[in-house]
């Protein structure tokens, strides 16, 4: 199949030396020689460069190495032909207008639902009615990056902010994946402007192939060191050619470089990269708008607020926040008349698990006197690093790490967590450890009610969502499985098409009594459909009995 760069900056930087070893492959150190393509965001324009010569023996692409373009935003693409001819119009990144903003577009994989068919009978994403682009070429990623632009030219009739976009594209993604998850490969670099590039992987490989197709990132900042590429030998010295502020993330099929730490995606994840970072929570999302990094258009108005299931996501340091005040308020440990920003501190010792970038300390810094953040993440802890909130900064599992911080804490929070974890058992034993006496457990989680809805579930749905759990088993086994898992009581959770866990309700209520919690504030809203059964926003505070 096809291979996918993109690079994503905080300052202009150019993408020759990746690019140099990403073009070797187009040809020489591996077979995709069926055309090569890079697009290139300046401005509000784009610059781009197709060949449907193999990169390696094409002079325009030995040119673009050799000449240092700068840029925020750019993807590249080499083509190994598995649909539509070897020509010009089937040659990656594809481009298209929406909005006043130039829309850029390279896939790697396949994707049954938009292959080899009439576009006009093929599905119709979201709330699109009516057809506005249409292909040029024969692949099947040319008609999914149609498809994409049309549904959100529905969905929006004015321009969106970042954390709506995010929510939507993510959305998408699911219901092009959904009943094709077996044999579906969709691994996508969109551009939108000048500042923001997203990054979907759902992983594969084809039959009879041992060829793994996903997607991996690295992100180069200071500390810099040298890096060798892998498809040639060359190597620079980046300490010699950077400023301290300088940060590139580097996004591509695989490693590009042979001395780098390089995270692939989980399946079904969604990136956002914007000045150099990845993105995957929404009020990290809605923070970035904030700063004036959105879409850009001379053309549209913009969105303002958003839909509530966006906001409910982008807000949840903020919600789990004026909860734990209500709470603290009913106890008479607050000021009744203060607004959350003046409550002095009622926690001496917090912690923050799963802290990322440092949102949710923000939310709560006012409230405790010392606060220790948790990530698993160095890059995150750098990012929290940044904010100034915390006192304490600790990498690691957030079941060890908070029981290796020798500390017992007053409140212990986790917002927009759970959704990744998928066995909570262990978090809810870990945090009452850690907890004094009387000590608060604050967080968020998706949820979802099994019961009647759980019964008209298909089998075939059931044997999808098992699956998606990342068992390799035949279909008969997984039937099976499932019929065990059912009876013993244990289905207590899925995990969405967007790599997200929810939990079943009830099991959060049993784990709650379970360790000794009692809980005193919940609060919940629509978040997204799975399966025809609605995902929860759900919000808690858990007291220690």
Request: net charge negative; charged share 25%; glycine share 8%.
């Amino acid at each position: 199949m096809c291979q996918l760069m993109g690079m994503n900056c905080n300052t202009p930087t150019d993408f020759t030396f990746s690019f140099k070893g990403f073009a070797r492959r187009g040809g020489e150190t591996d077979k995709h020689e069926h055309g090569w393509g890079l697009a290139i965001y300046e401005g509000r324009g784009l610059r781009t460069f197709h060949d449907p010569l193999p990169a390696a023996k094409s002079r325009i692409a030995d040119f673009v190495s050799q000449y240092p373009i700068q840029t925020l935003n750019m993807m590249a693409h080499i083509r190994y032909a598995t649909q539509g001819t070897v020509s010009l119009e089937n040659v990656h990144p594809f481009q298209r207008e929406m909005w006043g903003i130039q829309w850029s577009f390279a896939h790697n994989g396949e994707v049954p639902k938009f292959t080899g068919k009439d576009f006009k009978k093929f599905p119709r994403l979201g709330r699109c009615k009516e057809l506005f682009y249409y292909p040029v070429g024969e692949t099947d990623s040319e008609a999914v990056f149609c498809a994409i632009l049309n549904a959100l030219r529905a969905e929006f009739p004015i321009l969106p902010t970042l954390p709506n976009l995010y929510e939507t594209i993510q959305r998408l993604c699911a219901e092009i994946v959904e009943g094709e998850e077996d044999t579906t490969i969709l691994n996508f670099l969109l551009g939108c402007g000048k500042f923001t590039q997203f990054a979907y992987s759902w992983p594969g490989k084809r039959p009879g192939s041992k060829v793994w197709n996903g997607l991996f990132y690295t992100i180069r900042k200071p500390p810099f060191a040298t890096a060798t590429l892998k498809d040639v030998d060359y190597a620079v010295d980046f300490t010699t050619c950077t400023n301290p502020n300088d940060r590139v993330a580097v996004i591509a099929t695989a490693p590009l470089t042979s001395n780098e730490e390089w995270r692939e995606f989980k399946k079904g994840e969604l990136l956002m990269f914007d000045n150099g970072w990845g993105y995957s929570e929404l009020y990290d999302c809605h923070e970035v708008e904030q700063q004036g990094r959105g879409l850009v258009s001379n053309n549209m108005p913009k969105q303002c607020g958003g839909c509530p299931q966006a906001q409910s996501g982008f807000n949840a340091p903020t919600l789990l926040r004026n909860l734990v005040d209500e709470y603290f308020r009913e106890q008479g440990q607050a000021d009744s008349s203060s607004s959350s920003s003046s409550i002095l501190p009622f926690a001496k010792e917090g912690a923050d698990l799963g802290c990322g970038s440092g949102c949710s300390g923000l939310a709560f810094r006012d409230c405790v006197t010392r606060l220790t953040g948790v990530d698993i993440s160095p890059e995150m802890i750098d990012r929290a690093k940044l904010r100034g909130c915390y006192d304490n900064l600790l990498v690691g599992d957030i079941e060890t790490a908070i029981q290796d911080a020798n500390s017992k804490f007053d409140i212990v929070f986790a917002s927009n967590v759970l959704a990744f974890i998928q066995d909570i058992r262990g978090v809810f034993a870990s945090v009452r450890n850690s907890l004094n006496p009387n000590g608060i457990f604050a967080f968020s989680a998706e949820t979802i009610q099994f019961g009647e809805a759980e019964e008209e579930m298909s089998p075939s749905s059931l044997v999808a969502e098992y699956k998606i759990l990342g068992e390799e088993k035949k279909e008969e086994d997984a039937r099976g499985e499932i019929a065990a898992v059912k009876s013993n009581d244990e289905f207590r959770l899925v995990l969405q098409s967007c790599a997200r866990y929810a939990h079943e309700t009830s099991y959060i209520q049993e784990l709650a009594a379970e360790f000794g919690f009692e809980i005193v504030k919940t609060q919940e809203s629509d978040l997204r459909k799975h399966c025809d059964q609605m995902v929860k926003n759900a919000v808690y505070v858990l007291a220690c009995r």
